[in-house]
């Protein structure tokens, strides 16, 4: 498996982060350091992401960021230029998936069916977001899924929180999960981030 993929694994949670202010990101990034979570998917959802995965990227090396909710392949291409280590989308897409795999970079795109299980694996994609997790089944639904697809490892994302969490991460057709509550827009806007420190802290001791 690919480096940044057994990184991810070894994280257990992937911090889904909405970053409305550029200015915002250094300070987000030193935020899931301090609070033991060095990885973060910086998601396309605002114009200000991918000036967020410059500016980390170029400035602070010890964490691992990726793009989410890419919906393009020029966006991938944006977003890995900016220094991206991993794509994520909410769905699936072959564009994006060819772009990746051309140059290298694991994508984890957004699945709820076999159907889409199976358009990934066409690209040779096994790590999967499976989202939103919640709304299609959470663990019952993924469970069922990793029957026919063995070789398949979920992340599970959406509506993920600190109450559930642990179902997801004791399964072991998970691979990690991908989540925002501890990187919620309004504390990244509000400058809160001893708060997303705290809150890191928290989902990793509940992990552990
Ligand atoms: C995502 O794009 O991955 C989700 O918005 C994260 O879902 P959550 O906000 O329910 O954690």
Redesign the pocket.
Known sequence: MNDVLKQLADFGIVP?VKIDDARNAIPLAQALINGGLPVAEI?FRTDAAEEAIKQITTKIPDILIGA??VLTAEQAERATNAGAKFVVS?GFSSSIAKFCNKNKIPFTPGITTPTEIQMALEYELKVLKF?PASVFGGMKAMKAMSAPFPMVKFIP????NIDNLIDYIASPKVHAV????MVKADLIKEGEFDTITSLTREAINVML
């Open positions: 889904v998601t989410g909710t909410p989202f994302t959406g509506g993920v991908g989540g925002s509550w």
